[in-house]
Nanobody, 121 residues
């Protein structure tokens, strides 16, 4: 019904940059929320940055000033620009979205497949 496809990620040195992109496709009337979470080994999945239903952004304190989230509404994509990377940013980054799929208000909520980000010291 809806797919989230992530791209980007990979290996970077501390202080470097990476860019992630997530594209939603399928039955999309409106993207209600869309953003990025991450999961480090042995830890719970946590919010990195996300656009909320009212159009504002939520961002983890640990990435403020270093990461920027942006979106192209017409393409149903959300990008995450990650600068000044730190080893503790290492993890699997997942795109997450809540999407309205028809005009009755039915919604879909789910995750992308995840993309690995590794930051070496």
């Amino acid at each position: 019904q809806v797919q989230l496809v992530e791209s980007g990620g990979g290996l970077a040195q501390a202080g470097g940059s990476l860019r992630l992109s997530c594209a939603a496709s399928g039955r999309i009337v409106k993207v209600n929320e869309m953003g990025w979470y991450r999961q480090a080994p042995g830890k719970q999945r946590e919010l990195v940055a996300s656009f909320t239903k009212d159009g504002s952004t939520d961002m983890a304190d640990s990435v403020k000033g270093r990461f920027t989230i942006s979106r192209v509404s017409a393409k149903n994509t959300v990008d995450l620009q990650m600068n000044s990377l730190k080893p503790e940013d290492t993890g699997v980054y997942f795109c997450n979205a809540e999407i309205q799929t028809d005009w009755t208000g039915e919604t879909w909520w789910g995750w992308g497949q995840g993309t690995q980000v590794t930051v070496s010291s």
